[in-house]
């Protein structure tokens, strides 16, 4: 797994605070849970591929839960939201374009998925990450071999077009492109539901026992011969 920047844990952390906002206010005996899953995207695209990645399995995996949950008596969907990102090669102006596309294709692809989630309970997010998490997570995996190259290109302010200069290191930037860069231009899918809890059955009141009456001795009378 990646690291995510720090502007991005916080963006994160604000949406999903949001959404808890907007959720239904629930009493003390009810249980909120959330189901995230995380969708992949080619770069420059905004379509979900179900080809690529590990995109067919998620998405089955979404259907297969949603149609168990929705269909299970006591749970109810409060809302799902959808936060996108891209990563942080090319224009800025452009990857926050795909970034907002990718949230918009994620939430048309899962209502026709799931027609009977209203619209009002679809919330959308999105930002794109930038190179300082890509640094961050260069210098946390020391496992990439051909990073040193990548880290002083990103530490260094003279260089404008960090895109560029990062591809022309043709092997460390493909070691990193399939390391880390492919996994920076997602959709997280969070499903928020509340659990009831089971209804209880009435007690029935225990049934008195009708006192029995005292049965009266009757005394044995002996006959005289």
């Given at each position: 797994m990646i690291n995510i920047s720090n502007k991005h844990v916080v963006g994160l952390r604000f949406f999903v605070s949001l959404v808890a906002l907007l959720c239904t206010v629930m009493s003390f005996a009810q249980e909120r849970v959330e189901k995230s899953y995380t969708l992949y995207y080619r770069v420059n695209k905004s379509d979900i591929d179900t080809t690529y990645m590990d995109n067919a399995r998620i998405l089955q995996t979404i259907r297969d839960d949603m149609h168990a949950i929705l269909g299970e008596e006591g749970i109810k969907l409060d809302s799902m939201y959808i936060y996108a990102l891209s990563s942080p090669e090319g224009p800025v102006a452009l990857n926050n374009r795909l970034a907002e596309e990718r949230a918009e294709s994620a939430r048309n692809f899962l209502s026709g998925q799931f027609p009977q989630i209203s619209s009002d309970k679809i919330l959308v997010g999105?930002?794109?990450?930038?190179?300082?998490?890509?640094?961050?997570?260069?210098?946390?995996?020391?496992?990439?071999?051909?990073?040193?190259?990548l880290i002083k290109i990103l530490e260094d302010p003279g260089i404008q077009d960090k895109t560029v200069a990062l591809r022309a290191q043709r092997l460390a930037y493909t070691e990193v492109r399939d390391r880390i860069l492919n996994y920076m231009r997602t959709a997280t899918v969070t499903f928020v539901m509340t659990i009831e809890p089971p209804k209880e059955e009435p007690k029935e009141e225990p049934k008195e026992e009708p006192e029995e009456e005292p049965q009266m001795e009757v005394p044995e009378v002996i006959e005289e011969p």
């Open positions: 999105s930002r794109t990450n930038d190179w300082s998490g890509l640094l961050k997570n260069l210098r946390d995996d020391a496992s990439i071999v051909h990073k040193d190259a």
